[in-house]
């Protein structure tokens, strides 16, 4: 079953306006949520985070706003940029009782196109 | 900044075949991982090991086992290799959960 869902394949924006990507979650012991950006033949490299303790987190262009009661989050890009068009990865986490991480959790990753 | 790097960028190998695959990272992280990418599955956790000589089943270990004898260095092994592991296979490593992984370049491993 999957615990972390992103429901969108894919997602086309036109360069300069606001990209959202959407994720959903089913665990709620889900304590920290990541976003992770993949351009093809290389890792995905760390974008933005969030704790379950707040609802928004920005950095520059890239704001990730939380919803626990929702168990929903999102990935906002404002102004969209060509470098943008990658596949974006959300992520989740859970602190173990004695510490220690037990790996992520992925969704399915939406790919993101940004047209000029 | 951390660097994670995996010895193959690309593979081939038959059928029937021991594979390894090896990740060693620079930063002394605790945590490491193997994750496949597949396409329209996303990344799924293969093994992780959060100490020396620790490992812990991810969410689809059959076909694989792992190794870490050093803090770091971390092998996947495909004891006999199968066509349906041919696949994208990323390593990663970290702090704690609390800090964004950091992933290595990626083997693309086919299996013919």
């Known amino acids: 079953d999957q615990q972390v869902k992103q429901n969108s394949p894919s997602l086309s924006v036109q360069e300069g306006r606001i990209s959202i990507l959407n994720c959903d979650y089913t665990n709620s012991m889900f304590d920290y949520f990541l976003w992770y950006k993949k351009y093809p033949a290389e890792g995905p490299t760390f974008l933005i985070s969030i704790s379950s303790i707040k609802d928004k987190n920005e950095d520059g262009r890239f704001t990730v706003f939380l919803n626990k009661s929702a168990k929903h989050l999102s990935l906002h890009i404002v102004p969209s940029q060509p470098g943008d068009s990658a596949v974006y990865f959300c992520?989740?986490?859970?602190?173990?009782?004695?510490?220690?991480?037990?790996?992520?959790?992925f969704g399915k990753g939406t790919h993101l196109i940004i047209q000029p | 900044d951390v660097k994670v790097t995996q010895s193959s960028r690309y593979l081939v190998k038959r059928t029937g075949e021991k594979v390894f695959l090896e990740c060693v990272q620079d930063?002394?992280?605790?945590?490491m991982f193997w994750y496949r990418q597949d396409p329209g599955l996303g990344l799924r956790l293969i093994y992780f090991s959060y100490d020396v000589k620790m490992k812990e089943k991810g969410d689809i270990p059959e076909g694989y086992s792992v190794s870490r004898e050093k803090k770091e260095r971390f092998s996947l092994i495909l004891e006999s290799a199968s066509t349906n592991q041919t696949s994208m296979y990323l390593c990663a490593s970290s702090f704690s959960h609390n800090y964004g992984y950091t992933f290595g370049s990626g083997t693309r491993l086919t299996v013919v």
């Open positions: 930063m002394d992280h605790e945590n």
């Open positions: 992520a989740a986490s859970l602190t173990r009782s004695g510490g220690g991480a037990d790996g992520l959790t």
